[in-house]
């Protein structure tokens, strides 16, 4: 079968009622020709709402926020736990309690609640929502089809978007491409039975997927784009910022490796590659080529996707905790 061409990615995009939605682009072919088959397909298959920032913030509001929000403070908690030499479950279990509150967090606000992506939107005061639009900017048939959608879906802020990159000096159309791919990832991680059993809702969890979910967007950039899309990131809370140590540190179970993480023979054989090699210390940044940190990338990216669907994370729980703290160290240290 014919591998999809880039144009049959472009999602339905609907504008509920930002005033700013025509300042988003999705004619671009350069948006879907950076995708790969699994981004193309997520693409394909969820819609994407452009909503202004009081429907985003009635959609995500303050008491679902989590973040950890102020590096210095994950920096000195970090340190801390480092110097008491508390590197146990009671140690980690303070350092996560420590960092949690992030509700009122405006560093979010303008960052991080520019998308958004939702499994289920049976939950949603759809009409709530729809009564924040601006009815100058809802597109015809809009509102029609967002109260049929059981979801999943998607949900940008052009507000917040053009907003980020103004303060940033990055284009709107890369702050809307790198929004729109981290958000795309978030589709590709939801593998868990359901929302209970998502280790997603761990505070460890939000630092494994956020981090995931920032190198699959970076990653589809080369170039002066790539280093735009860095600046861009450098400014998202800390639980973001592990996106490059995705692609230097290794998760691994020695004693369950193939039984609890790798179904796939692909990435069985892509495990072995770098075993082979000496590459595979656990927890440590390995010294890989340029070439192969997307392949460690994929392999981590995998892992999670798997572990989440089987549910059996939970017996690796205390590796993924000290994968995600590895991940935090990287990327605030």
């Given at each position: 079968m014919p591998r999809k061409k880039p144009a049959s990615y472009r999602p339905t995009v609907h504008n509920l009622g930002?005033?700013?939605?025509?300042?988003?682009?999705?004619?671009?072919?350069?948006?879907?020709?950076?995708?790969?088959?699994s981004l193309g397909r997520k693409a394909a298959a969820l819609p994407v709402y452009l909503v202004n920032p009081a429907q985003m913030d009635r959609l995500?509001?303050?008491?679902?926020?989590?973040?950890?929000?102020?590096?210095?403070?994950?920096r000195e908690a970090l340190r801390d736990l480092h110097s008491r030499g508390e590197e146990g479950e009671r140690g980690r279990r303070l350092l996560w309690e420590a960092l949690r509150d992030g509700s009122d967090c405006d560093l979010f606000r303008r960052t991080v609640a520019a998308g958004l992506y939702m499994r289920n939107l049976d939950g949603v005061s759809k009409g709530g929502v729809l009564g924040l639009g601006d009815p100058g900017h809802?597109?015809?048939?809009?509102?029609?089809?967002f109260q049929a959608d059981p979801g999943p879906a998607i949900f940008l802020c052009p507000e917040r978007i053009v907003d980020w990159g103004a303060r940033e000096g990055v284009p709107t159309a890369l702050v809307?491409?790198?929004?729109?791919?981290?958000?795309l990832a978030h589709a590709l991680m939801d593998t868990a039975a359901d929302a209970d059993s998502d280790p997603y809702q761990e505070p460890w969890g939000l630092v494994v997927e956020e981090s995931l979910a920032n190198w699959v967007a970076a990653s589809r950039f080369q170039g002066s784009e790539a280093l735009a899309v860095h600046r861009l990131i450098k400014g998202q809370p800390p639980e973001y910022l592990g996106y490059e140590a995705v692609s230097r540190l290794a998760f691994s179970s020695s004693r369950r490796l193939r039984h609890s993480l790798f179904v796939e023979d692909v990435l069985w054989e892509d495990a072995l590659w770098f075993i082979r090699r000496g590459y595979w210390p656990p927890f440590l940044p390995l010294p890989l080529p340029e070439k192969e940190k997307e392949r460690l990338a994929r392999l981590n990216l995998e892992a999670w996707r798997e572990a989440k669907r089987r549910g059996d994370w939970r017996d690796l729980k205390k590796l993924w905790e000290e994968f995600a703290l590895r991940l935090l160290e990287e990327g605030v240290l």
């Open positions: 930002s005033p700013q939605g025509g300042l988003l682009d999705f004619g671009r072919e350069e948006i879907y020709a950076r995708m790969d088959l995500y509001p303050p008491e679902r926020r989590r973040t950890f929000c102020d590096p210095e403070r994950v809802q597109d015809p048939g809009a509102p029609r089809a809307q491409d790198q929004v729109y791919y981290h958000e």
